[in-house]
Each structure stands twice: as C-alpha cells, then as structure tokens.
Antibody, heavy 120, light 110 residues
Framework: QVQLQESGPGLVKPSETLSLTCTVS????????WTWIRQPPGKGLQWIGY???????NYNPSLKSRVTISVDTSKNQFSLKLSSVTAADTAIYYC??????????????WGQGTLVTVSS | QSVLTQPPSASGTPGQRVTISCSGS????????VNWYQQLPGTAPKLLIY???QRPSGVPDRFSGSKSGTSASLAISGLQSEDEAGYYC???????????FGTGTKVTVL
C-alpha cells in the first residue's frame, strides 16, 4: 500500500524559505513521478511542480522562480523549497504520486497534507 | 490560476443524479485526458476518475466521467449522503506546460 507523509515547519516568516519533505512508503521512489500541490484555506487546488527520480523537474510557471523540488532516493523522500514567501503562500501543502500512462497522467495517492502558515 | 471552469455548487436529494461540468480549452481538455478528484470535508483529495472515464479500484460505479471536445463532466447517480464533498476536474495544459485544476464544485446532499 503506497503512503505519503508530509513533514516540515507549520509556521514560516515572510521573506523566508518554506521547506517540506514527503516520505514515501510502500513503493520505491525510483518508480513513477512525484508532485506537490497546495490549497489555500477555503480555496481550490494549485499544482506546484513534479520531479522524477532522475532529478528531472517541471514547475508551475507562476511559481517557477521561487520553487525547487529535489529527491533523495536513499531515503525514499522528495522535498519542496519555496523561497521569499508571503501571506499568499499560506496553504495546505500536499504531496502525491504521479502516474503516467500512454496519453494520460494522474495523481494517486495523496498525502494527508500539512498546513503551512506564513506570518511574523 | 484555474483555467478549468466548474460551477461552484451542485445539489440533489438522495437517489438523484447530479452532473458537474468542467469547461476548458484546446490546450488542456481538448488535447489531454481529464481526471476528477473528490475531497471529503477536512481530508486530502482522492482520485475519483482518471483518463476521462476510468474508475480506480474501490470507487463505486455510480461515479462516471465523460469528455467531449473541450469540456468534461462528472455524473453521480444514486446520490448518497457520503457524496457530499468538493469535486475538482484536472488536466495537463500544453500551453502552460503544467497541470491545471478546475475551480471546484461543492456537492450538497439535501
């Protein structure tokens, strides 16, 4: 059974860097691709970016200048860094497994999510 | 930035059929497959439909998806109280070179 668990600080100061880690269990991170999605309180979902185990990445153009996603295959983990955060980055951050098949891709399963608040 | 448009709300009584629309463009729904996610209150989203109309194992067959042109739909037949949740469509967008979600629809069971 594939499971994902986000971890990291729940409070980040404005202008600092948000850092989260997603620990994957039940499957090797060298299979599939791995993604981050966020959801501001009471609002919709926004895709942040994804990474393959090789280190190849793709980011949301609206966040690209501030986002870095990395992978640690030895720990079966992948991580998110978002720099220069503001209150607008306050959200529940989810990690998920990406599945790609011919002409199709989807996210399943998702982690439970972790709320990150940006405030001084 | 949601480029897929959904109605903000939908409702029905138990047993009724409810349909949720998802409107996109040629760069997303028009050229890529559509997925649907269900978000029960206070929980993480869960994959409900993938590749336009495929149900993952464990998803009841009263949930069905379809796609035509630049629009997609999710139908819930035989609505049940446990279906009260948020529903999001999603697809890859070739112009943005990224994955986009719909604006979300909250389904209420009356």
């Amino acid at each position: 059974q594939v499971q994902l668990q986000e971890s990291g600080p729940g409070l980040v100061k404005p202008s600092e860097t948000l850092s989260l880690t997603c620990t994957v269990s039940g499957v090797s991170i060298t299979s599939y691709y791995w993604t981050w999605i966020r959801q501001p309180p009471g609002k919709g979902l926004q895709w942040i970016g994804y990474i393959y185990y090789t280190g190849s990445t793709n980011y949301n153009p609206s966040l690209k200048s501030r986002v870095t996603i990395s992978v640690d295959t030895s720990k079966n983990q992948f991580s998110l860094k978002l720099s220069s955060v503001t209150a607008a980055d306050t959200a529940i951050y989810y990690c998920a497994r990406g599945v790609a098949e011919t002409d199709a891709n989807w996210f399943d399963p998702w982690g439970q999510g972790t709320l990150v608040t940006v405030s001084s | 930035q949601s480029v897929l448009t959904q109605p903000p709300s939908a409702s029905g009584t138990p047993g009724q059929r409810v349909t949720i629309s998802c409107s996109g463009s040629s760069s997303n729904i028009g050229s890529n497959t559509v997925n649907w996610y269900q978000q029960l209150p206070g929980t993480a989203p869960k994959l409900l439909i993938y590749s336009n109309n495929q149900r993952p194992s464990g998803v009841p067959d009263r949930f069905s998806g379809s796609k035509s042109g630049t629009s997609a739909s999710l139908a819930i037949s035989g609505l049940q109280s446990e279906d009260e949740a948020g529903y999001y469509c999603a697809a890859w967008d070739d112009s943005l070179n990224g994955y986009v979600f719909g604006t979300g629809t909250k389904v209420t069971v009356l």
